[in-house]
């Protein structure tokens, strides 16, 4: 269609009314305006984008069977909020300040502002060419999925002391479900020392703090304070929760094999190139090392 002053509109492909887009959104509509996002954060935060045979491709164990797509779609969702956690982080200090607060059980204070967020399971740490960070990655850390690490000695962690006043790393442990009798059944068989963030995707977050706080006062113990040791992940970030809603329904695709990586770009084609030429260059090629070099922020 031409317009009166020459240029071309061009007609979206896919039109869903306002209210059913936010109550639930169409995949065709997620991947045009999160496609973008999800393709940046699998390959510049966790790293588990490949360039082969000139097309993008997961380096993600694959599952088998319906059942187990949506188990390895809300795996990797958990990753993903951990990886938007840390990008806020990185990119607005009063976030940064924020999250490393909850991560003290502590007020806001300015010596947060020394400190930078990082995941203990990404690839961007596992291959940093910095050995100070490298030494930080630790994906079987059951405790702290992010930490704070000092701007100019990436070797010091952010610290916080228990009630007993023992001093510990300080960090958070990121749960996303739709499933709140599994979150509830997780943080019961573990004894957890930092606080927990949990992304309530089909609600339940009142139902598990109010189990956690029963268990709590049967044994006598001063534990599970809600805000404190069992934070809801919508009340300190609403943008991060529903990106992690809108996320799933294209991971469920990707799984599945509706789509492919590449789908995710072509939706918006003026900048398909841009956005292509950067994944190629910050993934791994065929017959080289990784190239990427990922930089603390300054």
């Not at 060419?129 to 701007?151: A, E, F």
């Not at 706080?213 to 943008?239: K, P, T």
Request: charged fraction near 25%.
């Amino acid at each position: 269609m031409q317009l009166p002053d020459g240029s071309l509109f061009h007609q979206p492909k896919f039109i869903q009314p306002v209210g059913e887009f936010l109550t639930k959104p169409a995949p065709e509509l997620i991947r045009l305006h999160k496609g973008s996002l999800l393709c940046d954060l699998l390959t510049n935060d966790l790293g588990i984008v490949n360039f082969s045979n000139n097309k993008l491709e997961l380096d993600y164990i694959k599952p088998f069977g319906r059942r187990d797509v949506r188990q390895e779609s809300m795996r990797l969702l958990g990753k993903l909020a951990e990886a938007l956690i840390v990008r806020e982080c990185r990119e607005d200090p009063d976030k940064n300040r924020f999250w490393a607060s909850l991560a003290r059980r502590g007020n806001q204070v300015k010596i947060l502002d020394e400190y930078v967020a990082i995941g203990t399971g990404f690839q961007n740490i596992k291959n940093h060419p910095n050995s100070k960070l490298r030494g930080k990655y630790n994906p079987n850390d059951t405790q702290r999925d992010i930490i704070w690490v000092k701007r100019d000695d990436e070797a010091s962690e952010l610290m916080t002391s228990s009630s007993s006043g023992v001093r510990y790393s300080a960090g958070l442990q990121i749960k996303v479900s739709r499933n709140k009798d599994n979150v509830l059944k997780s943080i019961r068989n573990k004894d957890y020392f930092v606080p927990v963030v949990y992304f309530d995707l089909n609600g339940g977050f009142s139902y598990v703090a109010r189990k956690l706080q029963e268990d709590a006062e049967r044994i006598g113990a001063n534990h599970w304070q809600v805000g404190v040791d069992l934070i809801q992940g919508r009340d300190v970030s609403e943008e991060l929760h529903y990106n992690l809603l809108q996320f799933l329904p294209v991971l469920d695709q990707l799984f599945n094999g509706d789509i492919e990586l590449s789908n995710l770009l072509t939706e918006i084609p003026e900048i398909r190139t841009a956005i292509t030429n950067r994944l190629i260059q910050s993934t791994r090629l065929p017959t080289q090392q990784p190239v990427k070099v990922w930089t603390l922020p300054t």
